[in-house]
């Protein structure tokens, strides 16, 4: 039977008188130089047979614009520092963290916080997720939780002002910390605290520290001499974690105490 209906094979031979089974179809197909199926050595156009991505996918199924992505997190007991590169559907932390409810006590970004309470829920100035923000959640046990929503872009800016500014990391995998900031502005960077490591800007010497690397799902406070804008150059993108294996100490003369509030 062929699979183009009303269309005779390549191989037609009027001349035959039973079918054998040797008819070829390869010179039928879509002309459509747009569809997925197009190729330009079809001599034989078909019916109805181009087939198209859906919008904003490729021919494989690939997303490459507002693409809806899971992002997941694990958070252990205590202090964690977090940031999203996911631009959750619903940022309210009142929808976005209700599987946490008993097992998250408190978030805190710069400036703001939010505390649960049994008889209130939450409570104070943090009242939605900003995926250019980091921040502190305060977890009575281990947990982990996912959501549905869009990745940011990788690109986009950040301004600072000077002193202190709690950030994310826009993208999944990681960067080195000089990688990652752009040279225009990377001696403006004086310090950058993690979660538990830290590194400073050595004039001689660079960056100096346990932390090595910029990762996603990760929060930092990064200390700047003046106001500047920058985005992250992700040229040297890559998906390892390599700063959660570093365990070097903070190098003599640089040792900090850092406070989750």
């Given at each position: 039977n062929s699979p183009y209906p009303g269309i005779e094979a390549c191989n037609y031979d009027y001349m035959a008188t039973e079918d054998d089974g040797?008819?070829?179809?390869?010179?039928?197909?879509c002309f459509d130089a747009e569809a997925c199926n197009y190729d330009a050595d079809?001599?034989?156009?078909?019916?109805?047979?181009?087939?198209?991505?859906?919008?904003?996918?490729?021919?494989d199924g690939n997303c490459f614009e507002n693409c809806e992505v899971e992002m997941n997190i694990s958070l252990h007991?205590?202090?964690?520092?977090k940031s999203f590169y996911v631009q959750p559907e619903n940022a309210t932390i009142t929808t976005l963290f209700s599987?946490?409810?008993g097992q998250l006590g408190a978030i805190l970004g710069e400036g703001t916080s939010a505390v649960y309470m049994d008889e209130l829920g939450w409570i104070g100035t943090?009242?939605?997720?900003?995926?250019?923000?980091g921040y502190w959640f305060e977890m009575f046990?281990?947990?982990?939780?996912?959501?549905?929503?869009?990745?940011?872009?990788?690109?986009?800016?950040?301004?600072?002002?000077?002193?202190?500014?709690?950030?994310?990391?826009?993208?999944?995998?990681?960067?080195?910390?000089?990688d990652g900031i752009p040279d225009d502005v990377e001696d403006l960077f004086s310090?950058?605290?993690?979660?538990?490591?830290?590194?400073?800007?050595?004039?001689?010497?660079g960056w100096v520290g346990s932390l090595q690397r910029f990762e996603g799902t990760k929060g930092y406070w990064?200390?700047?001499?003046?106001?500047?804008?920058?985005?992250?150059?992700?040229?040297?993108?890559?998906?390892?974690?390599a700063s959660r294996l570093f365990t070097a100490k903070t190098p003599a003369g640089y040792e900090y105490e850092q406070s989750s509030q």
């Open positions: 040797s008819c070829i179809y390869s010179c039928i197909g079809f001599t034989v156009e078909c019916n109805d047979c181009c087939w198209y991505p859906q919008v904003n996918y490729d021919c007991s205590g202090s964690n520092l599987p946490l409810i943090l009242q939605e997720i900003d995926s250019q923000s046990e281990e947990a982990s939780f996912s959501f549905f929503g869009y990745a940011v872009d990788p690109g986009m800016e950040y301004s600072l002002h000077s002193d202190f500014n709690l950030i994310s990391f826009p993208s999944y995998g990681s960067v080195g910390i000089s310090a950058i605290l993690g979660e538990g490591n830290a590194t400073v800007n050595n004039d001689e010497l990064v200390l700047v001499q003046s106001e500047l804008s920058f985005s992250f150059d992700l040229t040297n993108l890559s998906e390892d974690a």
